[in-house]
């Protein structure tokens, strides 16, 4: 049977390979050669180092000369090909985003909007690089409008970065097609990556810098030119710590801000800007006018009001926000007895209010190394970069002179031989030959003679030309005086840093420094246990795990409505300032605070939203914890120990293990001599102090049993005897246990006549 044609690929692929090969067999394979072998993992590290580089290089790390990724430099760049200045039109941003993919960034349209929207967000640049017009985002979090909405054009801050692209400052690349050349770096006038900051993730290391203010920044440039050696206190004096878009306080000392600048990396902490405001007759209420970098504002809101649902910080009553153009969030204390640094306090350690800032200074050195860098070094690279700037950009001045001078001495020379340059060219068949073999010109100056207008030929405009030569040359001889000293090139710098100061520095409209420093108070650790309202609950817990709080003390025995399919499990009276302690089948104690369970309105919710507590794990046990009080707990084994309170005392939702092993039980400790009864009904009775006190482990053995296990365990006082309660609701004491008093881990005897069936004490 004949198969089937396969079509497709295979087809394509066959037919070269087949059309190149001869009848013959032994004629040789002419690509057998090109086929090559080596280990996979060598293959596959060359190729991810590979992507890993193109990675760092040409996305994630930004360049310590200019302060930007190939993104943000190819959007600036093509923003100033469209001639979209800061005192020109707007152009809409899908004009924009459309030139940068298609000319220089082959990528993305949506990646390409948004870091030119993020470029013109106040909330994100300090000093921003696009100017924007329509809606593009905002600190709430919401995303910028759509690109054929908004409208963009480069600020006077973008200009300045892009100052000196034409006088060949800098080096041009070809694009990714090679129709078009593109900077590899911008000339940059001021050290935008400290001023602006950066962020980015490579391939095994990620970078972020913190925003600065640019008249510091500035001014620690200058210092450097001054004393290159200048030691690292020296400049952390002069640039005291970030200087972030949004404000806010820097609460670290000035030795832990040195020490980040001095390695590169480091931690910042940094807190919302608050103040108190009295609302009359003892009212007042706390206004949060600044938030932290990067926290969004919504999700601020959500974190505080799910804080004051909770009640984790039970002294805050309500929040609110009452935002416009500037920040205003209004904090609510529950009482005015309450102290507002104590509130804030609380409040810093539970929400964004207070945020860790992870500096990490790891940038790309001339372009081609990451390198994690102190503040010194990116200084001196923005400084090298700008001393390679001037050196280049007078070389192009110089270039442009001499042309110039030549130009204008042909002139002179045209002047001084007018009436007869006049008959060359009137006569002459070839004037430029004549004129360069009579006057010794060059063809440059000929051209121009010969393309001068009739109206040139003034008395004036030989003057002109004159002076003109005369500036130029004075021009020609400070340049290459410049060139040939290499001081008054650092002159020269910090004369143009200086410029740039007074345009964007602290005179400038939002110049001012607008981030605080200043260190953390010290605040009394506040007691929020003592701030939660004393109340009677009773807490039911259903067969199905659901838990709620009913105000007052109940009968425990009351009807109360639960879901269908479920029904009452366990019942006890406590205080809305009790920690109920949960003890269930895993042998781990779990602690939840009695003023977070939900109210008794509803069915309450599932206990096991509130803690860790797995499904296939049982609640054996729930009772209010208190400070002193021992615990017996028991295996199903017999194996058991007591166990303090504060040993049982969990800290997070996963609980806290205690007993290893299968439990049974866990019984408050009170009396002298315990009695455990198993499986079998026999009871033993023995001293309470042969059992050790532990906090985790399987226990000691309790009874011994020849088959079955513990059923039950209660701690008594023999001299009061034992009592249960009998089905009909009776109770009976048997005063005298002298026949069941034992040893601990002996078998025990019978248990006393009337015992319940189901082996427990009840």
Not at 90 to 107: C, E, L, Q, T, W
Not at 327 to 352: G, H, K
Not at 691 to 709: H, I, N, W
Request: proline share 6%; net charge neutral; with cysteine.
């Amino acid at each position: 049977m004949r198969k089937p044609r396969i079509s497709g690929w295979t087809d394509a692929v066959r037919g070269p390979i087949q059309s190149t090969m001869s009848d013959d067999p032994n004629t040789p394979d002419p690509n057998a050669d090109q086929t090559t072998s080596e280990p996979l993992s060598r293959a596959i590290g060359e190729r991810y180092l590979t992507y890993a580089l193109s990675t760092i290089m040409n996305r994630a790390l930004p360049d310590a000369r200019d302060g930007l990724k190939p993104v943000h430099r190819r959007i600036l760049f093509a923003m100033r090909e469209l001639r979209l200045s800061p005192t020109g039109a707007f152009r809409k941003s899908a004009k924009i985003s459309g030139d940068v993919m298609g000319n220089y960034h082959p990528h993305g349209d949506a990646a390409i909007y948004d870091a030119m929207a993020r470029l013109a967000q106040p909330f994100a640049m300090r000093y921003p690089l696009v100017d924007g017009q329509g809606n593009f985002g905002n600190i709430d979090g919401d995303n910028p409008a759509a690109s054929r909405y908004t409208e963009a054009r480069l600020t006077a801050a973008a200009e300045a970065l892009m100052e000196g692209l034409a006088e060949d400052a800098v080096d041009f690349r070809p694009n990714y097609d090679g129709t078009l050349q593109e900077p590899v770096v911008l000339p940059a006038a001021f050290p935008n990556l400290l001023c602006n900051g950066a962020s980015g993730i490579a391939v095994g290391m990620a970078t972020n810098v913190p925003p600065h203010n640019l008249h510091e920044v500035i001014d620690a440039c200058l210092h450097l030119i001054k004393a290159p050696d200048a030691r690292d206190d020296t400049l952390i004096s002069i640039m005291p710590g970030p200087d972030f878009p949004t404000g806010g306080v820097l609460v670290e000392s000035r030795e832990t801000i040195a020490e980040a600048y001095r390695t590169g990396r480091g931690s910042l902490r940094l807190r919302a800007r608050w103040v108190v405001e009295d609302m009359g007759r003892g009212q007042w209420q706390i206004v949060v006018t600044e938030i932290p970098y990067q926290v969004q504002k919504s999700k601020l809101i959500e974190r505080l009001a799910e804080i004051i649902q909770t009640k984790k910080v039970p002294i805050l009553a309500d929040v609110r926000d009452e935002s416009a153009e500037d920040i205003r969030i209004v904090l609510e204390p529950r009482t005015r007895a309450v102290d507002a640094e104590q509130l804030m306090a609380a409040l810093f350690r539970v929400s964004d209010l207070e945020v860790r800032f992870g500096l990490n200074m790891n940038v790309l050195i001339d372009g081609r190394v990451p390198k994690v860098c102190s503040l010194k070094e990116v200084l001196r690279a923005f400084l090298d970069h700008r001393r390679e700037v001037l050196v280049r950009r007078s070389n192009h001045r110089l270039d442009k002179i001499a042309a110039r001078l030549e130009v204008l001495e042909g002139y002179m020379i045209a002047f001084l031989n007018l009436d007869r340059v006049i008959e060359i060219i009137r006569n002459e068949d070839d004037p430029k030959a004549v004129m360069i073999a009579e006057f010794r010109l060059t063809e440059v100056q000929v051209e121009a003679i010969l393309n001068m207008r009739l109206r040139a030929l003034r008395r004036l405009e030989e003057m002109e030309l004159r002076t003109e030569h005369e500036k130029l040359t004075h021009e020609r001889e400070g340049l290459m005086a410049m060139l040939a000293d290499e001081g008054a090139q650092w002159a020269r710098i910090a004369e143009e840093l200086r410029e740039t100061r007074s345009k964007f520095g602290k005179s400038a409209p939002g110049g001012q420094r607008r981030t605080e420093i200043g260190e953390a108070s010290e605040v009394a650790e506040i007691d929020m246990e003592a701030m939660i309202e004393r109340e009677p609950i009773t807490v039911i817990l259903s067969r199905m795990g659901w838990i709620r709080a009913l105000k007052g003390h109940q009968p425990l025995d009351a009807e109360v409505k639960f879901k269908d399919g479920d029904g009452p499990f366990m019942a006890l009276h406590a205080e809305t300032t009790d920690k109920l302690m949960i003890f269930a089948a895993n042998g781990r104690f779990y602690t939840l605070p009695a003023n977070n369970l939900p109210g008794g309105r509803g069915m309450g919710e599932p206990l096991r939203l509130m803690i860790d507590l797995p499904n296939d794990a049982a609640v054996i046990d729930m009772f209010p914890w208190r400070d002193g009080e021992r615990y017996l707990v028991a295996s199903k084994a017999g194996d058991g120990f007591i166990v303090g309170a504060a040993d049982i005392l969990a800290q997070t939702r996963a609980g806290k293990q205690v007993l290893n092993g299968e439990p049974a039980l866990c019984r408050r400790v009170a009396g002298d001599h315990v009695a455990v009864v198993g499986q079998n009904r026999k009871m033993l009775v023995f001293p309470l102090d042969e059992l050790p006190e532990m906090a985790r482990g399987k226990g000691v053995r309790l009874q011994k049993f020849k088959d079955g296990g513990l059923s039950d365990a209660i701690c008594i006082t023999l001299a009061e005897g034992l009592r249960w309660q009998e089905s009909g609701g009776r109770t009976r004491t048997e005063p005298d246990l002298t026949e069941w008093l034992g040893k601990r881990a002996t078998a025990g005897r019978m248990a006393p006549r009337g015992f319940p069936r189901d082996n427990k004490f009840n």
